[in-house]
């Protein structure tokens, strides 16, 4: 339930989905500068694929483990929360833990924000000819057909 007038309020300056979103193209557009994300591994992929910052919202599974990782290790991501295990199914996130975190990834000076916009670059040069993973395909291959 939408509280009176929210739809009114946004028009123009947001979008109401209902139903699955189409993550991509959500992604893809220039207009946006973060994500929220459960952290799942396509949703990374794709989060900086596109050079877009996420701010971390696991629920369970190896999510967890992927925001330890893009956090702690390689620093591209901001944290809405980190106490996981000491959550229970009722707990509420409440609004301004949201708020904090969102206008943490949207702030320009944000070293997550910086890295995620390089990763997207090394994810870009990746794929061409010559790149890291169209090399290691290429080697795969190769070593698949020459072991037939």
């Known amino acids: ?49 596109f050079g877009v910052p996420m701010v971390t919202w696991p629920m369970y599974a190896e999510q967890k483990l992927n925001v330890f990782k893009m956090m702690k290790e390689l620093e591209l991501a901001v944290e809405l929360r980190l106490d996981y295990e000491q959550l229970k199914v009722d707990d509420v996130v409440m609004a301004d833990e949201i708020e904090k975190a969102v206008k943490q990834v949207m702030d320009e000076r944000n070293e997550a924000r910086k890295k995620v916009k390089e990763m997207a670059e090394i994810a870009r040069k990746s794929i061409v000819s010559e790149g890291s993973s169209f090399l290691s395909i290429q080697r795969l291959i190769n070593d698949m057909i020459s072991n037939n």
């Not at 123009?12 to 991509?24: D, L, R, S």
């Not at 799942?40 to 900086?48: A, Q, R, T, V």
């Open 1 to 49: 339930m939408l509280p009176e007038g929210f739809v009114e309020r946004i028009q123009g300056k947001g979008m109401m989905i209902y139903g699955w979103a189409p993550q991509v193209e959500i992604l893809a557009h220039k207009a946006i500068g973060g994500f929220v994300s459960h952290c799942g591994w396509n949703s990374i992929l794709e989060s900086l694929w």
